[in-house]
């Protein structure tokens, strides 16, 4: 009986949990249309979750993209489809490396940054002094993360597809031999606009479920360091799980 | 006015509140006073609706705190400053743009109007040179300062002070009581301050509470309760070590 209350009672706290997810999400989104936005908060963040993320990016896009090349001409070279290597690169970066690849580095990056200064902030009071002051910590805190999330993610993903499609070209075309205009007409021929706004919607979702999670988990960190590093911990954890789990989803729906 | 009802308050089933009932007049200063860890700055934050208590009301001017939702919650604690007991102080501003930041979010007065405001205050507070400094390169006393003149920037009718001068030095402890009871004096706020500094906290407020075990078991003017024969009050302000409370 005591075991069946416990399962019970660790049921109820997980869907307890659940609820107050999904009201930091309806709250945030209800303030970003709500209010007006914090202009100054909002460049402030794009700089340091877009801006800042640029050059890990630009790398891991590019080193992803020579060994889609490597691989790709590896398993094409088979059967003879080595001209295919182009669409090949392409369509796994547009559709899918990149919007997954940029989104969890911005994780790693500047999602558990977001959460451990926003924890921080809540065990040194500086959320309950905004509250004090009348100010609503949501508009300072979670609203402008939440638009610059969505507008970066979106913008680095397509930094890396870019980069991905060139670090291609530059093992398929300049290290094994492929013709460059095979590389991009084969491309030009497959890959079209829906596979593109296909990583865009994508982009997007994973920028806001950066930032719906690592603000929430942030916000309510308990108290201590050890909350503060619990907190940046789960936050990672549970945002590259998300974001895999959400990606499958996103994908057999629009397949 | 500030009232109190009946408040209780546990937290992990441990009861820290246990029907606190207490009254604070418009324009009066009350200093709360108890043991370390016994609930003082619970019950300072269930004032300003931070905490919402388990039973029992919390009235400011006749408005329970506790069922007010958005703009009205927002209205409200307009009135309000708070100081701190960590100060609470915002570490990606500095001190000027900490004091500045209630100014610049609340009012509409120019950046002209702002500076000479906050200046003002930090000259107050002995840190006018210090303007550009950022939380983590004060000590601990500027640091306390510089959340007092956030606090009292506003010139809020209603001001809490958690701790104002615990972990200072007594002469910047005596020039923090003496500033609070500058400012008390010129805009008549109703305060509270929670504070060990007994007796010399006497000399600013016009009532003083004691709260221990979770209820207010003293409350008077000052000279009132210094002649009440009241044992455990006696033993906190002689800091007797025997006496009806074993501290340790």
């Known amino acids: 009986m005591n075991g069946i209350r416990k399962v019970g009672a660790f049921v109820l706290k997980r869907l307890c949990d659940l609820g107050t997810y999904g009201l930091f999400l309806v709250t945030a989104i209800f303030w970003t249309f709500w209010s007006p936005l914090k202009f100054t908060r909002v460049i402030d963040q794009i700089n340091f979750i877009g801006v800042k993320s640029t050059l890990i990016v630009i790398l891991t896009g590019a080193f992803t993209g020579m060994v889609l090349g490597l691989q790709g001409f590896y398993a094409l070279s088979k059967f003879g489809g080595e001209s295919m290597l182009g669409p090949t690169v392409a369509l796994s970066l547009v559709r899918e490396i990149g919007p997954v690849i940029s989104a969890l580095m911005v994780t790693g990056r500047a999602g558990s940054a977001l959460a451990s200064e926003i924890g921080i902030m809540r065990i040194s009071e500086q959320i309950d002094a905004l509250e004090v002051m009348a100010l609503n910590p949501f508009r300072y805190l979670v609203v402008p993360n939440m638009v610059a999330a969505i507008l970066s993610v979106p913008l680095l993903g397509a930094l890396f597809d870019v980069c991905g499609i060139w670090g291609g070209y530059l093992v398929g075309v300049k290290l094994l031999g492929l013709s460059g205009g095979t590389y991009f007409g084969e491309m030009a021929i497959y890959l079209n606009s829906k596979d593109v706004f296909h990583g865009l919607y994508k982009s997007l979702s994973f920028g806001l479920i950066i930032a719906w999670i690592c603000c929430y988990k942030g916000y309510y960190t308990e108290y201590g360091a050890k909350g503060v590093s619990k907190a940046t911990t789960q936050a990672v954890v549970i945002c590259s799980v998300l974001i895999l789990i959400w990606d499958y989803f996103i994908t057999s729906v629009s397949f | ?248």
């Not at chain 2, 043991?35 to 004032?47: A, D, N, P, Q, Y």
């Not at chain 2, 972990?167 to 805009?187: A, E, F, N, S, V």
């Not at chain 2, 929670?194 to 209820?215: S, Y």
Request: charged fraction near 20%; charge should be neutral; glycine fraction near 8%.
């Open chain 2, 1 to 248: 006015m500030i009232q109190l009802v009946n408040l209780y308050k546990s937290f992990n089933g441990n009861p820290v509140l246990r029907g606190v009932s207490l009254a604070i007049q418009k324009g009066e200063l009350l200093a709360l006073i108890g043991r370390s860890g016994i609930g003082k700055s619970v019950l300072l934050k269930h004032i300003v609706g931070l905490i919402q208590p388990d039973s029992g009301t919390v009235l400011i001017n006749n408005i329970d705190i506790n069922r007010l939702r958005g703009k009205q919650l927002i209205e409200i604690r307009k009135q309000f400053g708070f100081l701190f007991q960590g100060g609470a102080l915002f570490d990606s501003m500095t001190v000027y743009d900490n004091v500045a930041f209630p100014l610049r979010e609340r009012t509409k007065l120019s950046e002209t109007q702002i500076r000479e405001r906050v200046f003002n205050e930090l000259e107050e507070m002995g840190l006018k040179n210090d303007w550009n400094k950022f939380p983590a390169e004060l000590s601990g006393g500027m640091r306390k300062r510089t959340a007092l003149a956030r606090a009292m920037v506003m010139d809020p009718s209603i001001m809490l002070f958690d701790e104002p001068t615990t972990g200072l030095d007594p002469i910047i402890g005596q020039t923090i009581l003496d500033y609070i009871q500058q400012c008390h004096q010129k805009i008549k706020f109703t305060g509270v301050i929670v504070t060990h500094e007994v007796p010399k906290v006497f000399n600013i407020v016009q009532q003083v509470a004691m709260i221990h075990q979770g209820e207010i078991i003293a409350c008077g003017s000052p000279d009132e309760l210094q002649k009440q024969n009241n044992p455990i009050f006696d033993q906190f302000i002689t800091g007797d070590i025997t006496g009806p409370v074993q501290y340790i």
